[in-house]
């Protein structure tokens, strides 16, 4: 037990913590960007808010939430005990400085890391917490023609205070009952600083997915003549260029679109 914990507390022990946290962060990523993509939908948020009720009440999806809350802290805190051990190894510049191999993003994960964190923490309390723990999101009623497959919607007030959602059918028109969360999205993304904030924030994810989804791979060991390549492809257009301006494009489209 001892020389586990003695690897884990290595610092190729902590790499091997961030490249494993950091790979279950690029699967949620993924997950997160396409349930995201619904706001896209031209469906007055119907499909979103089934989304977000999903998300917060299926209990397997829950479990995997909290592994979520989990490996962000642990990614963050790994990430910065290896940053001031780096600072530290090299408390002095160099007189001359070398030829420099490393890419920009690979020198200042640190501070891209440190971007994100505190984007995340604003989002998920802007979003998330307000979402789950309070009463600051209202609920909407949808009903759809299920011979015309027409959808109407309009504001609703639950009768109990433990209400969370609900969906029945009455007379061929299906009932869904959910709290309105793409209301948020629309008052959150008016409001030009956090767009220009989110924005900046996905920048910080494109540089950071740049190097660490490579780097992940290189920690664990999964090093090809083959594939490595394929590694660096998806690392680079799939994790730093798509999904970074997938992200960046709602909120900039809700404010053009939605703003007043």
């Known amino acids: 037990m001892s020389e586990i914990k003695q690897t884990f507390n290595s610092s190729l022990g902590k790499k091997l ?3 494993l946290t950091g790979l279950f ?3 949620f990523i993924i997950v997160h960007v396409g ?3 619904l706001l896209f939908s ?3 948020g119907f499909g979103f808010n089934v989304y977000a009720n999903f998300l917060t009440h299926f209990p397997p999806i829950e479990v995997i939430a909290y592994l979520l809350y989990l490996s962000i802290a642990v990614h963050a805190l790994y990430g910065l005990i290896l940053t001031v051990k780096n600072r530290k190894s090299r408390p002095v510049g160099y007189a001359v400085q070398p030829k420099a191999t490393a890419s920009w993003s690979s020198k200042n994960m640190g501070l891209l890391g440190s971007i994100l964190f505190l984007f995340i923490v604003i989002h998920m309390g802007d979003f998330w917490f307000k979402y789950k723990y309070t009463n600051t999101v209202a609920f909407k009623e949808y009903r759809t023609d299920l ?4 959808t109407t919607e309009s504001a ?6 433990d209400f969370n959602h609900s969906v029945s059918t009455e007379n061929n028109v299906e009932i869904v009952r959910l709290k309105d969360l793409h209301a948020r999205v629309v008052y959150s993304f008016s409001q030009w600083w956090y767009v220009l904030f989110y924005v900046i924030a996905m920048g910080a994810l494109a540089f950071h997915l740049l190097h660490g989804f490579q780097s992940a791979f290189r920690t664990l060991g999964w090093v090809h003549r083959k594939y490595t390549p394929i590694v660096y492809a998806i690392g680079t257009w799939f994790f730093a260029v798509i999904i970074p301006l997938a992200f960046a494009a709602m909120p900039v489209y809700y404010f053009f679109v939605y703003a007043k």
């Open 147 to 150: 011979a015309t497959g027409k």
């Open 156 to 161: 609703y007030t639950p009768v109990s205070a």
């Open 42 to 44: 031209g469906d007055n």
């Open 35 to 37: 349930g995201n993509l």
């Open 25 to 27: 962060l690029c699967t």
């Open 17 to 19: 913590i961030m490249a």
